[in-house]
Structures are given as structure tokens and as C-alpha cells.
T-cell receptor, first 111, second 114 residues
Framework: GQNIDQPTEMTATEGAIVQINCTYQ??????LFWYQQHAGEAPTFLSY????GLEEKGRFSSFLSRSKGYSYLLLKELQMKDSASYLC????????????FGTGTRLTVIP | DSGVTQTPKHLITATGQRVTLRCSPR?????VYWYQQSLDQGLQFLIQ???????AKGNILERFSAQQFPDLHSELNLSSLELGDSALYFC?????????????FGSGTQLSVL
């Protein structure tokens, strides 16, 4: 089965940097995704990691360590609009292409 | 706009009733996934279809069923509804079944069972 852990809530200040951690245990591993979800809206894709290391995309970066079952999402130069839930999701080798999501981290950005 | 269309946006019904949620995937996408999101839980995978065939099953109750039609749209049927079925139901689609295929989510159907 899959087990994905993320902090439930985080608060950070506008303009700052925040790191959202995700640890996972899965039977087989085919990659890790990060999604952003504003309240009541659809999740939208942020990043994908399948190899160890850092993937950078503008203000957002995502890191993966497969040996440690660990990932983080780094958000720089925080903006008020970054207030949202950030979902860590693992693609398992069991089952065809479906993602298993953590419960998400609700980030609140304060002025 | 992800290109995935879900209808209706909101649904209010009573316990014991049956409802059907509809999803049209992005043009050209063959895979459709259904997820349930309750207030205190993350996105729970329910079921996946690929080109009309069931491919994977998650935590889907026996009272729930789904299908994907030849035109690739999908329907999720929820029957004998209970209060605990109240949740946001998302449909997602992807083009194929590649390892790095990302899912595109619809805006969801908010189901309220009273």
C-alpha cells in the first residue's frame, strides 16, 4: 500500500521562502507529483520528480530523495496568491498510472 | 481551464437516493480517473478507465460504480447515498498511461447528502 505524510498546516510571510516536506512509503515507485489546490477548486499540476535531485520551475522547486522516501516543495518570494493547499502525490507501480495523494498542506501567506 | 468538464457543479440530494456525475475528459485523453475529497481527508482514488476499460480500482464502495463510454466521457453512479458520501468528487484525465503523465482535473462536483 501507500503511506504519504505531509504537515497539515503552515504559515509564512509574503516575500519569504517556505519548504513543504513530504515523506512516503510505497510498494514500487514511479514518480512523485506536487499539485496546488485553492479552496473549492481543482488541483493543478506543479512539478514531477522521478530521479533524485532538484527540479526548478520559476519560484517553485521540488526535490526528491528516493532512498529516503522524501520530497519537498520549495516556494520562493511568496505571494498572497500562493495561499492554497499543496498536495504531494506518489505514482505507484501497482495500478495503472493512478496517483495516491497525501492529505495536503494548507499554506497561509500573511502580509 | 484544464479542459476537463464535470457536471453538475453542485448536487443536493437525500439519503437513500441515487445520483450520476458526469465527466468529459480533455480532447484526445483516453484515461479518466475519479477521486473523492472529503473535508478531513485527501484526494481518495476511486477508479480509473482507459479507452473504455476499467484499469484500476481504489477505495470505491460497492454502492458506487462507473463506466467510460465510446466517446470517452465517463459517469460515476452513487447509489443508496449516505450522509458520509457528502464530498467533492473530481474527475481527471490524462492522454495515455506513461509514467510521467500528469493528470488534469475538472472543477469537481460538490455532493451534499441531507
Amino acid at each position: 500500500g501507500q503511506n504519504i505524510d505531509q504537515p497539515t498546516e503552515m504559515t509564512a510571510t509574503e516575500g519569504a521562502i517556505v519548504q513543504i516536506n513530504c515523506t512516503y512509503q510505497t510498494s514500487g515507485f514511479n514518480g512523485l507529483f506536487w499539485y496546488q489546490q485553492h479552496a473549492g477548486e481543482a488541483p493543478t499540476f506543479l512539478s514531477y520528480n522521478v530521479l533524485d535531485g532538484l527540479e526548478e520551475k520559476g519560484r517553485f522547486s521540488s526535490f526528491l530523495s528516493r532512498s529516503k522516501g522524501y520530497s519537498y516543495l520549495l516556494l520562493k518570494e511568496l505571494q498572497m496568491k500562493d495561499s492554497a493547499s499543496y498536495l504531494c502525490a506518489v505514482k505507484s507501480q501497482t495500478g495503472a498510472n493512478n496517483l495516491f495523494f497525501g492529505t495536503g498542506t494548507r499554506l497561509t501567506v500573511i502580509p | 481551464d484544464s479542459g476537463v468538464t464535470q457536471t453538475p457543479k453542485h448536487l443536493i440530494t437525500a439519503t437513500g437516493q441515487r445520483v450520476t456525475l458526469r465527466c468529459s475528459p480533455r480532447s484526445g485523453d483516453l484515461s479518466v480517473y475519479w477521486y473523492q475529497q472529503s473535508l478531513d481527508q485527501g484526494l481518495q482514488f476511486l477508479i480509473q478507465y482507459y479507452n473504455g476499460e476499467e484499469r484500476a480500482k481504489g477505495n470505491i464502495l460497492e454502492r458506487f460504480s462507473a463506466q467510460q463510454f465510446p466517446d470517452l466521457h465517463s459517469e460515476l453512479n452513487l447509489s443508496s447515498l449516505e450522509l458520509g458520501d457528502s464530498a467533492l468528487y473530481f474527475c481527471a484525465s490524462s492522454a495515455r498511461q506513461g509514467i510521467n503523465e500528469k493528470l488534469f482535473f475538472g472543477s469537481g462536483t460538490q455532493l451534499s447528502v441531507l
